[in-house]
């Protein structure tokens, strides 16, 4: 879904609009194919709304289709939330769900006709031996001794292995293409192993199973994909992608085209490593709001015209990059700046009382966003004693701080300036409450003596504040560049921390998912772990400075 005014401009667009100039396609038909293996993480956001965004923007479709070749790792929770993912980002697939697996009668008539033609054959090699005649970067590889099989043996051969006649690892089918060639796909590729595992769509139909590069292609051109999009490290793959759709009896031929994959600073876009995050217990699952799936965002605030946006800015090249966190930020910061609530939260609480007020309580009509009047107004109750943070008051500071301090004035934000007089500790010498008093001139004004107040503090009031746990995000990882086989090692142990604190009574009824600016300390969002007797919130974002003084 395209945010911005105009189409962003990059290649791809370019070629798709020069194939519909020159008459090449009539139709653009793209495709979205994860495989059910785990949950989506914003690196498929990127990809998602790509294709889907073309297809909008030049009348076409987008086909959702799952690549289903190895069940061992593959799940029906998977599929469900990806389905789910797609929908929540605001797209809609052409017609049903589509299944690489729908296509398995094909794709083994196609490898039956690839062996008649000799291009393939039955390979007994093991693993380890399919590795080592593969040869090196440097060193070209050397031929099976089974790569000279006869058809008719081949084909015998290969109907055994789907009868079952062979031991998982014991047989597998390959493509005859060239074990010198300089690129190691082309060596020979897999194109079906043996898999005696129950498909989540096909129970024990198959115990033979098309690898992804024989797979894929097929499926595409099965379809009528104009145009099959993918990241960088499948570049080298396009000559397989080629060669299978050159050498079998199929009408149409898509192109392949690579983009640069989505990196962000700090973590990590690979499902097999999150998987494993899961797995070590480091986080609490898919959904856990740190993570970098979709799931964990939407859980921690995340909005889907935030992300549709950040994939917007981030553009569509040819080169790899690693983009800044912030920029993923700046993006929910203006979203929720323009359509969140405001409300009044205290996450480090300190009594702060007003000596010189009658304890009356009075209801302060209190804007809920100053930036959308539209929003309307709520009524917050005031009192004598208060919450603060803890954090906005010093005994003694210098002339930079501006906050609450012994003996100086600040403003109780959409109430009344107040100066502290004196503190109570308890015996280990902690504060446990600030005395005050306030000007009841003030509400919402200037003192009339043109005195200036150079701070406003957040606060609740302490008779109505509702109890609620506050859980503060940071970075997964300690690294800004970590995504290697040491990132369990850079894993950042403290990258939840709980605060218990209070927020305003207007929020006792919220619900899960509701986002708002807690003022002064971040956006927030009601967690699914809620609940009416105990509220708990994700800080979705910290505000773009720290202690941004406000209007009136």
Known sequence: MNEASERPHHFIRHIIEEDLAQ???????????????????????????????LAQDYQGECHLRFDDTNPEKEEQEYIESIKRDVQWL????????RYSSDYFKSLYGYAIELIQKGLAYVDELNAKQIREYRGTLTAPGKNS???DRTVEDNLELFKKMRAGGFAEGA???????????????????????????????????????????????IADALEGITHSLCTLEFQDNRRLYDWVLENISIDFHPKQYEFSRLNIEYTLMSKRKLHLLIKEKKVTGWDDPRMPTLSGLRRRGYTPTSIRKFCHRIGVTK?????????????????????????????????????NHSNAKEWLTVPNNLNNPGMGHRQMPFNRVLYIDRADFREEANKKYKRLMLGKEVRLRHAYVV?????????????????????????????????????????????????????????????PHADTSLFLEVFNSESLCIRQGFVEPSLANTQEGKTYQFEREGYFCTDKDSSEKHLVFNRTVSLRGENTLYDF
């Open 171 to 217: 047989a597998c089918l390959r493509a005859k293409i060239d074990m010198a060639s300089p690129f190691m796909v082309m060596r020979d590729p897999i194109l079906y192993r043996i898999k005696f595992s129950e498909h989540h769509q096909l129970g024990n139909q198959w115990c033979i199973y098309p690898m992804y590069d024989f797979t894929h292609c």
């Open 319 to 355: 080169q790899d990059n690693q983009v800044e966190m912030s920029a993923l930020e700046a993006c929910i910061r203006e979203d929720l700046n323009k359509n969140a609530p405001r409300a009044l939260a205290v996450l480090d609480p300190v009594q702060l009382i007003i000596d």
């Open 419 to 479: 100066k502290a007089k004196y503190v109570e500790k308890n015996a280990q010498g902690m504060i446990t409450a600030i005395h005050c008093e306030y000007d009841p001139e003030t509400l919402n004004k200037n003192p009339s003596d043109g005195r200036k107040i150079r701070g406003v503090i957040h606060w609740v009031s302490a008779d109505d504040a509702v109890p609620a746990q506050m859980r503060l995000y940071h970075h997964l990882l300690t690294a």
């Open 23 to 53: 008459g090449k396609h009539s139709f653009i038909r793209t495709r979205f194919p994860p495989e059910p293996n785990g949950y989506l993480h914003i690196g498929h956001a990127k990809s998602i709304c790509l294709n889907f965004g």
């Open 90 to 97: 605001g797209f809609a697939w052409s017609g049903s769900v």
């Open 145 to 147: 001794p089974f790569r």
